[in-house]
């Protein structure tokens, strides 16, 4: 656990956090964070110490450590590669190794700052460093990309989730945003400057030999105070230098770039389209979705943007994998008529106008029908659900045409929907790809749908007359209206909590008053639930979750102490390690009762040792 890193945001495995440098005035490094390694003699913030052939023992490390460290981020020593072809220097560098690991408690307790720590091949890891390196040398992996994926998250998922991940000499411009994705937290500018001197030009689209550019396509300092046929006339050694001030430039300003985009929650969408720059960062993305609990544990439930599916890639992220797990097996079962629909431009589906036209065509026996959503990426989105994120929160090209993946990804969500769900009857108001998705699912499950689209499109006069001729024959009662919003209520708090959830916090009695999408479920005048209109999850009341005591799911178990605003992570003796961050928790104590947002996973707040676990919206001391 780290004594001074902080992790202060998520966005999948990627983190925005700080590594306070000690001392009252010392600041932090704000992460994900490039080191500067043309700059460190003048960069008082990081201390490397270079080779641990460098030094004669131990106490000559924690001498110099105690020097160099107050209120810096020390990197202990390291040496990159043991010289085979020297016997008695890679027997030296491999006892250093090991004393450096064994004397690791003497040294963090000797100094009053930041340490940071490579992972020795072979040798255990050592705890309490605020920051490792990569155990494995990244360069030498660039080639396989799925060994550079397993570097990475076995790396990742050894280390306590508070702790800073240093890559070293592996950032460019064009990767640094999959790096960070990937969950590395830290890297410096080593492959920029070393580019240089093989005269390549680096840029977020990849890397050119500077003798085949016609111009310099930059504005940085560097590339402003000269042009390509001044710097192709100049020494060598003054290019190198221009080139090493471009490339290194370039790595800044794309760290500031991923810096936003995490705050942002937008850096899939940004990885998504630095893939494509070069096949390897593409099986990267590829390889790294495979590891599915891997990005699943670490990806908030919730973004702040919209999420943009613009490519193939799009399907296998967690938001889209994750919604269609949790419909298939969190939602009450439902039975009676199903309705599947197409999916519409305009969020929520039901405030565009082709679902405008579905709603006048049913009429009042749309209140006997239960419908469903078929759109790409999500695959099935029941109307309950429309206001959820990422349901109403996503955007995707709508040219008409439907990929080869997305009809099977979409076909593939329909019959596990279809299987974990008892209807009666089926009405299939659709057409194009939408219609071949159903034809397979029914010849799949051997069941048959009423198709009441045929050519002459959806919202035509002639479909929209069959849609409500079709529903109009169905001998079901009429759902009312309270029954329908309680309903919807259920149906969130279920994806949010679990099957079962929604009954136990809105019961039959319950009124849910309202406009849309505002809309709250009160029993005998006490406030239970409220839809959050951002983002269509349910807010608790302290009654709402009271409802839910003993259902022990996405309970937060914190200690002996009245917190005065959020938890920090501490104070959290136990948690449901199903929680993400974004999620609505029940915090409960000795001495309180509260919901909240979870700020982070329920793994991480067991783990950490800084960090806020759960900021608090209400609360209950409890006396006694």
């Not at 199903?578 to 996973?601: H, N, T």
């Amino acid at each position: 656990m780290s004594r001074y890193y902080e992790v202060t945001g998520h966005d999948g495995p990627a983190r925005r956090g700080k590594i306070r440098l000690g001392g009252a005035d010392a600041g932090s490094i704000h992460t994900p964070y490039v080191i500067d390694l043309a700059a460190l003699k003048g960069d008082r913030s990081i201390i490397s110490m270079g080779s641990l052939l460098k030094y004669e023992s131990l106490d000559d490390i924690k001498s110099r450590v105690l020097e160099w460290g107050d209120g810096r981020l020390c990197v202990l020593p390291y040496t990159g590669f043991r010289p085979a072809n020297n016997a008695n220097s890679a027997n030296s560098a491999a006892n250093m190794e090991m004393a450096v690991i064994e004397g690791m408690p003497e040294i963090l307790g000797a100094v009053k700052s930041p340490i940071g720590l490579p992972m020795y091949d072979g040798a255990p890891v050592p705890q309490g460093a605020d920051l490792y390196a990569v155990r494995e040398n990244l360069l030498t992996t660039w080639k396989n990309p799925r060994d550079l994926v397993d570097a990475i998250v076995c790396t990742r998922e050894t280390l306590p989730p508070d702790t800073a991940l240093y890559a070293p000499a592996s950032a460019t411009p064009e990767n640094l945003s999959i790096l960070v994705y990937l969950g590395i937290d830290v890297v410096d500018n080593a492959r920029a400057i070393m580019s240089a001197y093989r005269q390549k030009y680096l840029t977020a689209d990849g890397e050119y030999y500077i003798e085949r550019l016609d111009g310099l396509p930059c504005m940085c300092e560097a590339c402003r105070s000269t042009g390509i046929e001044k710097l192709m006339s100049m020494e060598a050694s003054d290019r190198i230098q221009i080139i090493s001030e471009h490339n290194r430039n370039k790595t800044f300003e794309e760290m500031v770039k991923v810096r936003q985009l995490i705050r942002l929650g937008k850096l899939r969408e940004y990885v998504e389209k630095q893939s494509r720059s070069h096949p390897t960062l593409t099986a990267i993305l590829r390889f790294i979705d495979e590891e599915h609990a891997y990005l699943e544990r670490r990806t908030p439930t919730m973004r702040k943007g919209r999420m943009l599916a613009c490519s193939s890639e799009s399907i296998g992220r967690v938001e889209v994998t994750r919604f269609a797990e949790r419909v298939n097996t969190r939602l009450e079962v439902k039975s009676g008529t199903l309705l599947l629909l197409p999916c519409s431009a305009a969020k929520p589906y039901s405030t565009s106008p082709s679902h405008y036209a579905f709603r006048r065509a049913l009429g009042k026996n749309g209140r006997k029908l239960h419908e469903a959503v078929l759109t790409s990426p999500l695959g099935v989105v029941p109307r309950e659900l429309e206001l959820t994120y990422p349901a109403a929160h996503y955007d995707i090209p709508t040219t008409g045409h439907w990929s080869h993946e997305e009809i099977e990804w979409v076909a593939d969500c329909l019959i596990k929907y279809l299987k974990a769900n008892d209807y009666e009857r089926i009405i299939a108001h659709v057409g194009g790809a939408y219609r071949r998705i159903c034809e397979r699912a029914a010849s799949e499950l051997g069941v048959e749908m009423i198709f009441t689209a045929h050519d002459s499109g959806v919202t035509s006069i002639s479909a929209l007359g069959q849609l409500g001729k079709t529903a109009g024959e169905i001998d079901a009662r009429l759902i009312s209206k309270q029954e329908r919003l309680r309903m919807m209520m259920r149906c969130i708090i279920d994806y949010q909590f679990g099957a079962g959830a929604g009954r136990r916090v809105i019961p039959d009695e319950a009124a849910v008053r309202g406009r849309f999408p505002r809309y709250s479920a009160y029993k005998d005048n006490l406030k239970l639930a409220a839809v959050i209109p951002y983002c269509g999850f349910i807010g608790l009341t302290l009654d709402g979750a009271e409802r839910l005591d003993g259902f022990e799911k996405y309970w937060v178990t914190v200690g002996d102490f009245e917190p005065r605003g959020a938890i920090l992570a501490p104070g959290v003796v136990d948690a449901d390690l199903q929680i993400r961050p974004g999620d609505e928790v029940i915090v409960k104590g000795e001495r309180l009762f509260g919901v909240g947002r979870a700020a982070m996973s329920g793994w991480e707040m067991v783990s950490s040792k800084r960090g806020v676990a759960v900021k608090l919206r209400s609360k209950r001391l409890i006396e006694g």
